[in-house]
């Protein structure tokens, strides 16, 4: 499969909505039937093996609505908006290489294509997969650690993930033996979104990790709290050159 990287500058935007519409990959998580239409996500395989496989969300009528859109919009679009504030603030998230959306027939046609996260593993799988024998506890020690100021810096930021699940949560680790570091990546973002109180967005998030992170013991959850309050009360130590 062709990765369509290089458009003409003036193509019209129909024209490269239709070529990622149209390519096909392996779905990796069926479509779902919510919000009034559906949404699954499919894996493209590029030709090209140097290259990171690419994630496509294809949407159908799938929507949020607001007081700016009554009437719904895709929420791939949400999306797009929260891939960039996190980027700005210093969170890593998926590469975005492409994000569009049509009205068809009178139904609403999304997409939103990513990078692949390479060398990464969920949270839910470090923990089943018992990964963290592996690394020892040391580098385990630094997830946590890692983890706990990256939920403080998005919510700190007035964002809140609104999926805050282990599988969504993504964990790489750089170098080896003593040299080895931790970084933290979030995705499946469509439904983050800016809240008004931080405490909001960080007793939703951290109430849903926990009751989700089946997995994690309890001495796991109380360090990843301790890195959060921590960073939570004092921003700008942690994350000031990141704004």
Known sequence: MNR?????????????FLRW???????????????????????LQLSDPSLPALYCKR??????????????RPTVLRERQALSAL??????????VYCGARREAGKWQALLITEELQGFVSLQDWYRGKLYEQWGTLIHRQLLQNLGITLSRLHH???QHGCCYPKHVFIKVHGKADSAWVEIALLDLEKSRRRLRRSAASRHDLR????????????????????YDASFANPG???RDAI
């Open 4 to 16: 369509p990287l290089t458009l003409p500058a003036r193509e019209a935007l129909t024209s490269t």
């Open 21 to 43: 519409w149209n390519t096909q990959g392996e779905w990796v998580e069926a479509p779902n039937q919510r919000r009034d239409g559906e949404s699954g996500v499919q894996r």
């Open 59 to 72: 949407q159908v009528g799938h929507l949020y609505r607001s007081l700016q859109h009554p009437f719904g």
């Open 87 to 96: 980027t700005r603030i210093g969170i890593r998230v998926p590469e975005l």
């Open 157 to 159: 930021a007035h964002w």
């Open 208 to 227: 849903q990790l926990y009751r989700h992170c089946q997995d994690m013991p309890e001495c796991d959850w109380s360090l990843l709290r301790v890195a």
């Open 237 to 239: 130590g942690v994350y």
